[in-house]
């Protein structure tokens, strides 16, 4: 069973930056591409950031052009979301997920990161 699993969230003022990580443990899962999303509270899930595997192109949600930077680390299986420049709205649950297939949908997820930036 592959599991996604999230560290580096926590709280942060405005301006301030955080990383996030997406580690995926288990047998071998399909690499096609890593997701970031996010839910602030009231509000539905949103794309922020995804990336490929194999040519390492990264795509991002206009909010975050500019502030936020995805990378991968092939070796460990691992994703990371640099956060810089924070504002009080990026504030939200951050999911990483994963996409076996270009027909595929982003069917394995995270539990979530908790990211707060105070004004």
Request: overall charge positive; proline content about 3%; hydrophobic content about 35%.
């Amino acid at each position: 069973q592959v599991q996604l699993v999230e560290s580096g969230g926590g709280l942060v003022q405005a301006g301030g930056s955080l990383r996030l990580s997406c580690a995926a443990s288990g047998r071998t899962f399909s690499k096609y591409a890593m997701g970031w999303f996010r839910q602030a509270p009231g509000k539905e899930r949103e794309f922020v950031a995804s990336i490929y595997w194999s040519s390492g192109r990264p795509s991002y949600a206009d909010s975050v052009k500019g502030r936020f930077t995805i990378s991968i680390d092939n070796a460990k299986n691992t994703v990371h979301l640099q956060m810089n420049s924070l504002k009080p709205e990026d504030t939200a649950i951050y999911y990483c997920a994963s996409r076996s297939s270009l027909i595929a949908t982003y069917d394995l997820w995270g539990q979530g990161a908790q990211v707060t930036v105070s004004s």
